[in-house]
């Protein structure tokens, strides 16, 4: 891929905004990319409203290291930080 180029952005106007606000390309797109994020934010549930094997999984997709030995807080900074 050219160092220009990215992957397709659903939500144009979102991956903007967020990216204006400081956070990385990466988070960025997830969060314009998913179809559960809205305009004003996504209709996710609260993190400590999932299980340690949901969050698991979104550590997973999401790439981050060491997910196999963390625990729910530790899988929940973790991603709030990513």
């Avoid at 992957?7 to 314009?32: F, V």
């Avoid at 998913?34 to 609260?46: E, L, R, V, Y």
């Amino acid at each position: 891929m050219a160092k220009d180029m990215r992957p397709s952005i659903k939500n144009e106007e979102q991956y903007e905004a967020l990216r204006d606000q400081g956070m990385s390309k990466e988070k960025a797109a997830r969060i314009a990319n998913d179809p559960k994020s809205g305009k004003k934010g996504g209709k996710a549930s609260d993190y400590e409203e999932r299980t340690k094997k949901e969050l698991y999984e979104q550590a997973k997709k999401v790439g981050i290291a060491g997910r196999s030995k963390m625990d729910k807080k530790e899988l929940i900074e973790a991603l709030r930080n990513n």
